[in-house]
């Protein structure tokens, strides 16, 4: 079903559809601000035809775990990217976001990548419109520190580096905590809630 709300902006709603492959957009005729991919089948962030006027796109809880190169060719205006919950492992998947000149918001939490040394100086680093990164302002002493890091060649060999084996648990963020609190408040079984409760104790998050 397409959603679009009472006010100047639309979004298509195309949350929980089991939805595998970007595709069949182009009926849209770009008439939509906002698309909502939320729990669904994603596995990779492709398949866009151009939609000028697109400024949102929130993708959590998917399966992502790649980024086409060229995706800033399909959506050149994306302010807001939501890709909470998916599986980008590595930061050279992350690549793709390089080129969205006017992205601010950006939400990559929940990936394996979040737990990657110097996973929020490389965002910042490649993504220097970002200004608000897993809902924490970008400060101007991170966007020096940033510089410094990956000057000269040493952004390519942290790019390159693979040290995430899946499997793995990755380790949990402040944001991660309390993601599962709500989560403890809201379970529905007494099994749902010792299995969150033991996450939470352990401070870490089953690898994927």
Same mark, same amino acid.
């Given at each position: 079903k397409a959603v679009v709300s009472t006010q100047s902006t639309g979004e $298509?709603? $195309?949350?929980?559809?089991k939805i595998p492959v970007v595709e069949n957009l182009a009926v849209t005729l770009?008439?939509? %601000?906002?698309?909502?991919f939320s729990d669904n089948e994603l596995r990779k962030l492709d398949g866009f035809p151009l939609l000028s006027r697109l400024s949102m796109l929130i993708c959590n809880n998917n399966k992502i775990s790649k980024i086409a190169e060229d995706l800033y060719a399909a959506i050149p205006n994306i302010e807001t990217l939501v890709l909470t919950g998916n599986s980008l492992e590595e930061l050279g998947d992350l690549k793709g /976001?390089?080129? $969205?000149?006017? /992205?601010?918001? /950006?939400s990559i939490m929940r990936n394996p990548v979040a737990a990657k040394n110097h996973y929020r100086s490389y965002v910042i680093y490649t993504c220097p419109s970002v200004r608000v990164l897993d809902y924490?302002?970008?400060?101007? @002493?991170?966007?020096?520190?940033a510089r410094k890091m990956f000057a000269g060649k040493k952004k390519a060999a942290i790019e390159a580096a693979k040290t995430f084996t899946?499997?793995?648990?990755?380790? @949990?963020?402040?944001a991660d905590k309390e993601a599962i609190k709500a989560a403890i408040a809201k379970a529905s079984s007494l %099994?749902?809630?010792?299995r969150l409760e033991m996450m939470l104790n352990s401070g870490t998050i089953p690898g994927f």
């Open positions: $298509l709603d $195309l949350r929980d559809r770009d008439q939509f %601000d906002c698309i909502d /976001l390089s080129k $969205l000149t006017k /992205l601010k918001y /950006l924490k302002r970008v400060k101007q @002493q991170e966007r020096v520190a899946p499997g793995e648990p990755v380790k @949990q963020t402040p %099994d749902e809630i010792r």
